[in-house]
């Protein structure tokens, strides 16, 4: 299983660093890449330097896409036309799209939310309303997409992540190793 997850100036940083910490515990292989170049600061001051930039990136050759939320990050992903075209390619060939906080929104944009159901930060519901069933829950997972809410629900988000990528024995390992409460 290999995951992109693109970082754009603004994301969340705690978003961010929980879903590729959790997934990276369950063995998943991670790419992180920069939308310009490889350190990006976060919504919070937080510099982090991603593995590669978006441009290096054979998108055909991941598995999913996770993208953190974050203000103005998630903006900043939804105004990148790489980001909106990976994002249909992956929905097409029936790979694994995941967004969490406000990112579910870039999803909105890119046009992948018909007929599903999904979930945003609140203040983000009327944005995807349109296009997508909102589910008031932390972590909504349909078929091959799935959103969660907020930094509140990254480790949730993650852990959700892990059993569907590499199975529900692998999330359990690693949600007892790290002591983990999930409400979802």
């Given at each position: 299983?290999?995951?992109l997850?693109?970082?754009?100036?603004?994301?969340?940083?705690?978003?961010f660093?929980?879903?590729?910490?959790?997934?990276?515990?369950?063995?998943?292989?991670?790419?992180?890449a920069?939308?310009?170049?490889?350190?990006?600061?976060g919504?919070?001051?937080?510099?982090?330097?991603?593995?590669?930039?978006?441009?290096?990136?054979?998108?055909?050759?991941?598995?999913?896409?996770?993208?953190?939320?974050?203000?103005?990050?998630?903006?900043?992903?939804?105004?990148?036309?790489?980001?909106?075209?990976?994002?249909?390619?992956?929905?097409?060939?029936?790979k694994?799209?995941?967004?969490?906080?406000?990112?579910?929104?870039?999803?909105?944009?890119?046009?992948?939310?018909?007929?599903?159901?999904?979930?945003?930060?609140?203040?983000?519901?009327?944005?995807?309303?349109?296009?997508?069933?909102?589910?008031?829950?932390?972590?909504?997972?349909?078929?091959?997409?799935?959103?969660?809410?907020?930094?509140?629900?990254?480790?949730?988000?993650?852990?959700?992540?892990?059993?569907?990528?590499?199975?529900?024995?692998?999330?359990?390992?690693?949600?007892?190793?790290?002591?983990?409460?999930?409400?979802?």
């Open positions: 299983m290999r995951v997850v693109p970082l754009a100036n603004g994301f969340e940083e705690t978003e660093v929980t879903i590729v910490d959790i997934l990276r515990r369950a063995e998943v292989k991670v790419v992180t920069s939308l310009t170049e490889e350190i990006v600061t919504g919070h001051n937080i510099k982090i330097i991603a593995d590669t930039s978006l441009d290096r990136i054979e998108f055909e050759k991941f598995d999913a896409i996770v993208l953190p939320g974050g203000f103005p990050g998630f903006k900043n992903l939804g105004e990148d036309e790489r980001i909106l075209k990976i994002l249909r390619d992956m929905n097409n060939a029936d694994y799209i995941a967004a969490i906080c406000g990112a579910p929104s870039v999803l909105a944009k890119a046009g992948i939310f018909e007929g599903r159901s999904s979930t945003v930060y609140p203040s983000g519901k009327e944005e995807i309303q349109a296009s997508t069933h909102y589910v008031d829950k932390r972590v909504v997972v349909d078929g091959r997409l799935i959103t969660s809410q907020a930094l509140g629900t990254a480790t949730e988000f993650a852990l959700k992540l892990v059993e569907l990528f590499v199975g529900a024995d692998e999330m359990e390992t690693v949600k007892d190793q790290v002591l983990a409460i999930c409400q979802s």
